[in-house]
């Protein structure tokens, strides 16, 4: 499988490290320690095509593909996670989700919006007793008319209080279970909803995530994704499939973000007329923490390269690559940490903040032990991961 990125994709790359450097990284301690949503930056990335990559051209995409939108989200990732979550916002989690599911109508309507950033985006699928049991979900969507009406709550949405668009999921039939829940696309002005937000979180603290309300909020049938009733579980487990990419480069990112604040620290500090670099120790750390970082990203290039050549259910690879990836930031980071020692722990050096980032990748888009249950059941034949 061949990972060469070619000039497109290199050129994009380089200017989202660019982008990342100059105009993320001088503000974003501030803005992460006083809660404030980078509305600016995220319209600025939609300005530069950062959302497009894999999305057509007619739909105001760049049709560059899944491993762009690798590709481009780590190297957003290495500085912030709260700019991170907008490429599940304004692409995989909206914009593709309509592109690959909805009706030419629904395509035409919303997607070069949220590409562009003129519309901001949500999906809302996680709710109080609804996590990784999607069945779980008590949010009914009744049709009166020509209409549905929205009854329900949703928590834990990343852009709840800032959304204008929203991927909502929603029971049509309760009796049906899975083959019940269906798929809407919201607008989140409309009479009946309310938002606010979730308690503080450890980190991404710039990124707005909120609790929703829908109180009979009428949804024009034509907003119902793809036309069809009862879709709803398959289309959330495809829109998955292209949010745990997104999740495994920005785990990438940050893993590589760690280990670029681990060596320069690492040839600045010195101990006992050396820089700890020197020290057998911190070599030995540094190096795991390298070589595990290249094995998720290779992982998670050929989950996007796979995706690139038509296998978009690739649901076993993205899960390994998910998981792996996620586990490997995690693990870097402590070794960051460990490398930095008192100064880690400080808020001197962005290893604190990078630190607390990538304790959520191991949670968001499908938590660590989902992963292990796709692949493990997969490899014992009790369900194949790969559909198609």
Known sequence: MDF?????????????RKFAQNEIAPRI?????NHAFQEDIIKKMGQLGF???PIPETYGGSDLGFLAHAVVTEEISKVSGSARAGFNMQTMGTAREIYQYGTEQQRNKYVSKLVSTEYLGCICITEPNAGSDTGSMKTKAIKEGNKYILNGGKNWITYAQVADVGVVYAYTNPSHKYKGLSAFIVDMHSDGISSGPTAEKMGWCACPTGEVFFDDVEVPAE??????EGQGFTFLMGSLDNTRLSA???????????????????????QFGNPIGKFQMVQEELARMIV???????MTYRCATQKDEGQLHNTLETSMAKYYACDVASRVADGALRILGAYGYSTEYPVERL????KLYQILEGSANIMKMVIATDALGYRKANKD
């Open 51 to 53: 959302f497009g990559c």
């Open 292 to 298: 595990e970082t290249e094995a998720a990203r290779l």
């Open 248 to 270: 495994a480069a920005g785990a990438v990112g940050v893993a590589q973000g760690l280990i670029d604040q681990a060596v320069a620290y690492a040839n600045e500090r010195r």
């Open 223 to 228: 907003n119902l994704l793809g036309g069809v």
């Open 355 to 358: 630190f607390r980032e990538a």
């Open 4 to 16: 060469n990125l070619g000039e497109d994709i290199t050129a994009i790359r380089n200017m989202a």
């Open 29 to 33: 301690a501030e803005d992460e320690k």
